[in-house]
């Protein structure tokens, strides 16, 4: 089974600090995505890859930020964190074609 | 603006019964098309996954599409308390370089004893 690890399930964070959010994935894929999930929003679309170094912005990348250095990681880097970026992040990974598997979450909480 | 469009609930089924779950697509070029299941506090779990016209079957479950009227819907049979949740109906963009899906904003389904 593929797997997609996010480093952290829940996340306490100060308003203005750099934040990091990883995610590893070990079956090859070639796309990887960060979503957010707030409810009664859905999942949002904020960056995604198709390739390494390679990056396209979603529906919502204002204030975030990635990183793809190695086939199996994307980071999602928030600059600044904003307590409005309190939320779930959600990784996904797939090949083309396929359907997305996705991470177990990081609940990020900014004060 | 490609959408994707669901019914938000709750729908409410009594144990035991077929539970329906429908969708609509608005791009008209999409190939594939999928549902997940996600429990509440849980990340979304690929659960049927279909890419042409008619019915596909895995268990209690059976995904179908309908590409004329641009149309999804999941059959779920003998419905159990564990299959409370909210499901997702996702398409595939036809023109991502990246293989984009689509979600919808899912329909939370409740079985009652």
């Known amino acids: 089974d593929v797997k997609v690890t996010q480093s952290s399930r829940y996340l306490v964070k100060r308003t203005g600090e750099k934040v990091f959010l990883e995610c590893v994935q070990d079956?090859?894929?070639?796309?990887m995505f960060w979503y957010r999930q707030d409810p009664g929003l859905g999942l949002r679309l904020i960056y995604f890859s198709y390739d390494v170094k390679m990056k396209e912005k979603g529906d919502i990348p204002e204030g975030y930020s990635v990183s793809r250095e190695k086939k199996e990681r994307f980071s999602l880097i928030l600059e600044s964190a904003s307590t409005n970026q309190t939320s779930m992040y959600l990784c996904?990974?797939?090949?083309?074609?396929?359907?997305?598997?996705f991470g177990s979450g990081t609940r990020l909480t900014v004060v | 603006q490609k959408e994707v469009e669901q019914n938000s609930g709750p729908l409410s089924v009594p144990e035991g019964a077929i539970a329906s779950l429908n969708c609509t697509y608005s791009?008209?070029?999409?190939?594939?098309f999928f549902w997940y299941r996600q429990y509440s506090g849980k990340s979304p779990e690929l659960i049927m996954s279909?890419?042409?016209?008619g019915d596909k079957e895995d268990g209690r479950f059976t995904a179908q599409l309908n590409k004329a009227s641009q149309y999804v819907s999941l059959l779920i049979r003998d419905s159990q308390p564990s299959d409370s949740a909210t499901y997702l109906c996702?398409?595939?963009?036809?023109?991502?370089?990246?293989?984009?899906?689509?979600f919808g904003s899912g329909t939370r389904l409740s079985i009652r004893p």
């Open positions: 279909i890419y042409s016209n």
């Open positions: 996702a398409v595939r963009e036809s023109d991502s370089s990246a293989s984009k899906i689509i």
């Open positions: 791009d008209r070029g999409s190939q594939s």
């Open positions: 996904a990974s797939s090949l083309v074609a396929y359907g997305y598997t």
């Open positions: 079956m090859d894929h070639e796309n």
